[in-house]
């Protein structure tokens, strides 16, 4: 009786697992259709941008589907192309050519993979949010401004300053031209479409705005045979270009390995941030933050094999997927199975695609990436993690990629330094000898260079014909340079004030 009921119960918890099994699969599927639809027009578009055939954007979405999402890390978080390295990719490409570009997603995949290995994948959380925001943000408006010129079929200039410097003839040209004018009434519409597809009904809204834009532009420009320039098409198999010996003496150089390092450090950064906030948002397993790096490296190193574009997870497609009901990895695997078949079966889509729609996802894209309602309350209650977003953005715009976050992680060490070395002053006469004639001056907190001003502009104020003595046992940190500083200080002011009282006694006799 008790094997026969103990069979029974197993027979039932069976069932009830072939059922969960099933009822996951099936939400998983749902997802993964979803998320792809999600990122094909964004795949397209980073590739577009990045200066690089559009299959290669593909290609990654497809290595994030199919070899990231296999391995462990995070559960639900979707990895590809994504903006946030767009304007990297394409400076690197317009350095060194496509041919260069897997071998610097190569190199930077292997970073990733000796960074996991030495499980500082969890460490990545320790930069400063300020940096990253302000990281999304410079890239946010370089986005912007750049792609404002393939939104009316015309070349992007170089620069975001010369970008914004040439505005004013992009919009008399446009509208002097019934080319551009089309192409910019389609981006036009495209952003229109993404901006209100919030307001649709609720059944409406599951399917992703992107690709409904993209999809009526698509269909407008092919009804009515619009002038407008299309995505150029040369087929999957001909667009991988592994890397090629030629190509590797011009990375062996040190720009190159600045570059590298840019591509490492920010894909690993946005994709650990992007698991951060993925967690929130369903009651799953958690990230492993190790493993991931190491996922993202194994991806990385794939797609620089295939001379395809950097990965990293993007937390559009990670959101939607979470969304969607997806409950295991399945639906990032089954992702890229159906961005594969497209790419393979229908090729010939893609070459309908208007430029100027994809520059209008883009552009929404960039709009996004710029935290505007937090700017408000982050400068009333945390006035310095301000400057360090607005430095971080600023220095990404007007210099580099690299550059911009290097000075965002100096200002912000600044600051935390600053804040740390909070420091107290205090003076009052010395009456352990009944005596006015000297001064004890205590110092409190964390003594450091950087309060050097500070504590030094209170000791000058004090009377110069009295000694002073410091205090400095209720000091918890004292640096070397403030210790030698306030000891030459010390020194230089009682033997003063004792020539002082000296002359003066000399005086009086």
């Known amino acids: 009786m008790n094997r026969a009921f103990t069979c029974g119960r197993c027979r039932v918890r069976l069932r009830q697992g072939a059922r969960q099994s099933s009822a996951d699969l099936r939400a998983d599927i749902t997802a993964s259709v979803v998320v792809s639809l999600v990122a094909l027009p964004l795949c397209v578009g980073v590739a577009v941008a990045s200066g690089v055939p559009a299959e290669l954007g593909l290609v990654t979405g497809i290595v994030g589907g199919l070899v990231t999402g296999l391995l462990p890390g995070s559960s639900l978080q979707v990895s590809g192309p994504a903006a946030g390295l767009t304007v990297?990719?394409?400076?690197?490409?317009?350095?060194?050519?496509?041919?260069?570009?897997g071998f610097l997603v190569l190199a930077a995949g292997l970073i990733q993979l000796v960074l996991g290995a030495l499980g500082l994948g969890r460490w990545f959380r320790a930069i400063s949010l300020a940096v990253v925001e302000g990281m999304?943000?410079?890239?946010?408006?370089i986005l912007v401004v750049g792609q404002l010129y393939p939104m009316a079929d015309q070349r992007s200039p170089g620069s975001v300053v010369a970008g914004l410097m040439g505005l004013p003839r992009l919009f008399t040209e446009t509208a002097g031209s019934p080319h551009t004018l089309t192409a910019a009434c389609l981006g036009t519409g495209t952003i229109a479409v993404m901006a209100l597809w919030k307001h649709v009904p609720r059944r409406v809204r599951s399917v992703p705005s992107a690709l409904v834009a993209v999809a009526l532009s698509t269909a407008l420009a092919t009804v009515f045979r619009l002038p407008v320039e299309r995505v150029d098409v040369q087929g999957l198999a001909s667009a991988i270009r592994p890397p090629s010996a030629d190509?590797?003496?011009?990375?062996?150089?040190?720009g190159a390995l600045g570059t590298v390092l840019a591509i490492?450090?920010?894909a690993s950064a946005e994709s650990l941030f992007s698991a951060a906030?993925?967690?929130?948002?369903?009651?799953?397993?958690?990230?492993d933050y190790d493993r991931e790096l190491l996922a993202q490296g194994v991806g990385n190193a794939v797609c620089g094999a295939l001379g395809a574009l950097p990965m990293t997870a993007v937390i559009v497609r990670s959101s939607a997927n979470v969304q969607a009901g997806a409950r295991t990895k399945?639906?990032?695997?089954?992702h890229g199975v159906w961005l594969l078949l497209f790419t393979a079966l229908i090729p010939g889509a893609l070459g309908l695609i208007p430029l100027a729609s994809l520059a209008g996802v883009l552009v929404c894209s960039g709009w996004r990436l710029v935290p505007w309602r937090r700017l408000g309350p982050l400068w009333r209650r945390h006035r310095g993690e301000a400057v360090v977003l607005g430095a971080t953005a600023i220095g990404i715009v007007t210099t580099s990629m690299f550059e911009g976050v290097l000075a965002g992680l100096a200002l912000a060490v600044m600051k935390t330094a600053w804040e740390m070395s909070d420091v107290r002053v205090r003076v009052r006469v010395d009456s352990v000898n009944n005596s006015t004639d000297s001064l004890q001056v205590t110092v409190s907190g964390n003594a450091t260079f950087l309060q050097l001003p500070r504590i030094l502009g209170v000791l000058d104020k004090q009377p110069k014909e009295r000694t002073?003595?410091?205090?400095?046992?209720n000091l918890q940190h004292l640096d070397h340079t403030c210790r030698t500083t306030l000891d030459e200080w010390l020194s230089r002011h009682n033997d003063a004030a004792a020539s002082a009282a000296t002359h003066s006694s000399r005086s009086e006799e």
């Open 88 to 101: 990297l990719v394409l400076h690197a490409v317009n350095d060194y050519g496509v041919g260069a570009l």
């Open 136 to 141: 999304l943000a410079g890239i946010g408006l």
């Open 247 to 254: 190509a590797l003496g011009r990375v062996a150089e040190v």
């Open 264 to 266: 490492a450090v920010i």
């Open 277 to 287: 906030a993925v967690d929130r948002l369903h009651t799953g397993p958690t990230t």
């Open 330 to 334: 399945a639906s990032r695997v089954l």
């Open 468 to 473: 002073v003595e410091l205090d400095l046992r």
